[in-house]
């Protein structure tokens, strides 16, 4: 099957510099996802579809949720990624584990699977609701769904009493939001399901903490595209110093380095009723 929706441009590109940001971000990611994806209900022997898989870390928290008995297969459009994602499963022994370089608007699959699941993709998708719509049709009954996207507004929020937090966030939403990403993707999330005629999500959300570098990371990864889309470095000045200005800024004011929540959804396909 083919799904009639892709994705806008990836602002954050995909050089070696990313993917290793990528790799650092999922190191503080992992617990919450593996504890949303078990809630979810992903167990040992399932068949498993991680969609927009990157380099491979949402995929390693499912193959090994799955175990020797499972399969997983990551579903990404860059080659670079899938390169690096399948040396990193080898390394680690990973066979039950594959990858296939597809954008999502021409994801052809004749199995179906047991769960399909995302990290970060539906931000960046053009029309998630018929993404999700076209891949429920994978799904086979008592399977899930279920994706885990960035919550913008209590990160927002909470910069607002940090200037420098405040530019540099707003720079980067903002640079986001041109690219064509959705910036409201987290809050959305579960209408977002149900315009896709999936039943009602359960929600979870998860407050982060211990990532200090991920914006400033984050900033390099998109300081083209800020140029690209017509906005500007000078706010937030030499992207070298940063980190160390922004970590500066939130002791003097003794706040929390703020962070964007993590909001997951999931849903199980009904089972046919019985006549």
């Known amino acids: 099957m083919a799904f009639q929706s892709s994705s806008n441009e990836y602002a954050l590109g995909s050089d070696e510099a990313e993917h290793e940001r990528l790799i650092r971000q999922a190191a503080w990611l992992v617990t919450h996802t593996e504890r949303f994806l078990r809630r979810a209900g992903i167990t040992r022997g399932q068949r498993v579809l991680d969609l927009g898989s990157g380099v491979g870390d949402v995929t390693l928290i499912a193959a090994q949720l799955v175990g020797s008995t499972g399969e997983v297969i990551g579903a990404e ?3 670079r990624a899938i390169a690096k994602a399948v040396a990193r499963m080898a390394a680690l022994g990973l066979h039950r584990v594959r990858f296939t370089q597809i954008d999502i608007s021409a994801l052809s699959l004749d ?3 047991d769960a399909v699941i995302g990290r970060y993709i539906l931000f960046f998708l053009r029309d ?3 993404v999700l719509h076209d891949v429920w049709r994978l799904v086979r009954p008592g399977g899930i769904v279920a994706f885990q996207e960035p919550h913008w507004t209590s990160f927002l929020a909470a910069c607002e009493g940090l200037p420098l937090w405040r530019k540099s966030a707003n720079l980067m939403v903002e640079t986001f939001r041109r690219t064509g990403a959705n910036v409201q993707m987290g809050a959305d999330l579960a209408a977002t399901f149900l315009r896709a005629g999936l039943p009602e999500p359960e929600i979870n959300t998860d407050t982060l ?3 200090e570098r ?3 990371d984050v900033l390099h990864s998109i300081a083209r595209q800020i140029a690209t889309v017509g906005l500007s470095l000078a706010p937030v000045g030499d992207l070298n ?8 800024e939130a002791a003097a004011h003794n706040a929390a380095v703020p962070l964007p929540a993590l ?3 999931w849903v199980r396909k009904p089972l046919p009723q019985a006549l």
Not at 241 to 248: E, Q
């Open 241 to 248: 110093t940063l980190y160390d200005r922004l970590v500066g």
């Open 128 to 130: 998630p609701a018929a």
């Open 214 to 216: 991920w914006m400033p």
């Open 111 to 113: 199995e179906p699977f």
């Open 263 to 265: 909001r997951g959804a």
């Open 209 to 211: 903490a211990g990532a």
């Open 77 to 79: 459009r860059d080659s």
